[in-house]
């Protein structure tokens, strides 16, 4: 079993910058995948960035170049930095830990942006 927590979001203006965390529980987060998806007001979940066991990335359009993943496998903790943040960023932020056979989520952190 595996817990993950999301810590870090919060009420930002356009342009600014926050830095997400998620914190997994157990001692399997060096084998799994993880991934950040959002879900906005009345619109489907969405995948916004990924990072495999080795470190490779990739990044949904609506975030290339703004959004940076990152994990920390001593610390058991997979990050999103999100600079020039715009309004339609608000959502609401899930981590996501996959372990190929079993996927695990987080309860979300909420990011609000501004105009």
């Known amino acids: 079993q595996v817990q993950l927590v999301e810590s870090g979001g919060g009420l930002v203006q356009a342009g600014g910058s926050l830095r997400l965390s998620c914190a997994a529980s157990g001692s399997v987060f060096r084998f799994a995948a993880m991934a950040w998806y959002r879900q906005a007001p009345g619109k489907q979940r969405e995948l916004v960035a990924t990072i495999t066991t080795g470190g490779s990335t990739n990044y949904s359009d609506p975030v290339k170049g703004r959004f940076t993943i990152s994990r920390d496998n001593a610390k058991n903790t997979v990050y999103l930095q999100m600079n020039s943040l715009k309004p339609e960023d608000t959502a609401v932020y899930y981590c996501?830990?996959?372990?190929?056979?079993?996927?695990?989520w987080g309860q979300g952190t909420q990011v609000t942006v501004s105009s």
């Open positions: 996501q830990a996959n372990l190929v056979i079993t996927t695990y």
